[in-house]
């Protein structure tokens, strides 16, 4: 059998255990993108449904499909290192077998820095838990930002439609479409358009299309000054933001106003904060990928297997979590999953006494 303190001239065999068809949900999508992501690093990895008893490291996808080590026979099958994938822990059968699992595992690996946080209260060894966010597969893009105006427009620019062309060159069609009705607008449609900007465009009104209009839209936008647009009225009714002037009664409508525009430089800024709200949330997990998932992996396996210190894991959460309030949580859940069991159970009894 292989030295399991690791040959650093070696690469590090890894072998993933999945207590579930890894091609039927959710568990098998995490253990196939640690395979590949770990064999982009020049590790061996391996997937399947027993501990590898050759692995450094035998990873099970999750702990509930742990056995432990329950026999000296056991034991002798493996010689490397067992880490738990550990996520909803959330009653106290979980947290039970959770809890027997680390007497023979090495680690838990745990989603989020709340539930290390928990464990640890629960009286689990802080020593024993870490955290690891989860992954996503970097292939949805925000959708630009919709932005709805329904007025038509005069000669004498009394809707300041100048400014949506002006504004035009300064934002990027990533970042926001245009749904537009009312007459006038062809020529400003058609710059939007060569600028590379989805506008869904109707000229004349039409209910129906009014209607769906604002169900679409992330933001009304009216830039009149006559006392107020119908249009906003509609689109608070339909819960939509806006971006309009501080004018009549629009003032009437108390938290109604998202952006009050009363100038061009209103309108910019207006359009950047949008852009740049919607980027930062995009930006917050954009460094959540696989292979930075699998990256984070090794680096904990690296030093488990080399048998060098692990980093403490950072389980300093805002707000209190205290052995009280994670017992009441485990408790409720625990109520409730007995409930469900119950209910279940009298529905097939009273079934098979319907039969009778």
Not at 75 to 98: A, C, E, I, P
Not at 156 to 184: N, Q, T, V, Y
Not at 266 to 291: M, N, P, Q, S, Y
């Amino acid at each position: 059998m292989a030295d399991h303190k690791q040959n650093k001239a070696a690469p590090l065999r890894v072998h993933m255990v999945c207590g579930e068809d890894p091609d039927s949900w959710i568990l098998g999508k995490f253990a196939k993108n640690l395979v590949a992501g770990l064999e982009k690093l020049g590790m061996e990895a391996t997937l399947g449904d027993a501990p590898d008893p050759a692995a450094d490291i035998n990873h099970y996808v999750i702990f509930l499909h742990y056995p432990g080590k329950t026999s000296p026979e056991t034991q002798k099958k493996t010689s490397g290192k067992n880490t738990l994938m550990v996520t909803h822990v959330d009653d106290f059968h979980r947290l039970d077998q959770l809890k027997q699992g680390l007497e023979s595992a090495d680690l838990a690996i745990c989603m989020s820095r709340q539930t290390v946080a928990q464990l640890t209260a629960s009286g689990l060894p802080a020593e024993k838990l870490t955290h690891l966010p989860p992954a996503h597969d970097g292939n949805i893009a925000p959708r630009p930002t919709a932005i709805g105006i329904t007025t038509r427009i005069y000669d004498d620019g009394r809707k300041k439609e100048r400014w949506i062309a002006k504004l035009a060159p300064l934002i990027a069609p990533s970042d926001f479409s245009f749904r537009i009705m009312g007459e006038g607008w062809g020529e400003i449609v058609a710059t939007l358009r060569r600028d590379g900007f989805q506008v869904t465009y109707d000229e004349f009104f039409n209910a129906e299309s009014y209607r769906s209009l604002l169900a679409a839209i992330d933001y009304y936008l009216y830039l009149g000054e006559d006392e107020g647009s119908m249009g906003f009225v509609d689109a608070l009714a339909a819960g939509v933001k806006t971006i309009v002037v501080p004018q009549g009664f629009h003032l009437d409508v108390p938290g109604g106003i998202t952006y009050p525009i009363e100038s061009f430089a209103d309108l910019a800024d207006a359009f950047d904060d949008i852009a740049e709200e919607k980027a930062c949330r995009a930006g917050a997990v954009a460094g959540w990928t696989w292979d930075s998932y699998a990256q984070q992996h090794a680096a904990i396996w690296r030093a488990l297997a080399a048998g060098d210190p692990l980093p403490a894991p950072h389980a300093e959460i805002e707000g209190c979590v205290s052995a009280g309030s994670v017992r009441w949580k485990f408790l409720r859940h625990s109520l409730w999953r007995r409930r469900q069991r119950l209910k279940r159970r009298l529905a097939h009894l009273k079934k098979r006494l319907k039969g009778n």
